[in-house]
């Protein structure tokens, strides 16, 4: 089992920044890779960026690409999501997510942390 605890989310204007992070605890060996996802009002829940395991590749949503980056500490127990350039349209409950092997999916989730851009 494995608990994800996001945080870092609040209200910032337009074009500013902001840092998610993710902290991991649990089993956590021979985990396959994190993932970034965010659900904006009235919306469903979309992609935004995922991470291999070991950094090997990062994947983001066009949407985001070139704005957020996804990235651990050195020890893997802390994922962030580095924001910048947001928009309104950022706007969204940010969840992280956890995927153990390559054969499964984002099986663990967090409970979500509030992104709010102003325009």
């Known amino acids: 089992q494995v608990l994800l605890v996001e945080s870092g989310g609040g209200l910032v204007q337009a074009g500013g920044s902001l840092r998610l992070s993710c902290v991991v605890s649990?089993?956590?060996?021979?985990?396959?890779?994190m993932g970034w996802y965010r659900q904006p009002p009235g919306k469903e829940r979309e992609f935004v960026a995922a991470?291999?395991?070991?950094?090997?590749?990062?994947f983001y949503a066009h949407s985001v690409e070139g704005r957020f980056t996804i990235s651990s500490d050195n020890n893997k127990n802390t994922w962030y999501l580095q924001m910048s350039s947001l928009k309104p349209e950022d706007t969204a409950i940010y969840y992280c997510?956890?995927?153990?092997?390559?054969?499964?999916?984002?099986?663990?989730w967090g409970q979500g942390t509030q992104v709010t851009v102003s325009s």
């Open positions: 997510a956890f995927q153990q092997s390559h054969d499964g999916d984002f099986g663990s």
């Open positions: 649990g089993r956590t060996d021979g985990a396959y890779a």
């Open positions: 991470s291999m395991w070991s950094e090997s590749s990062t």
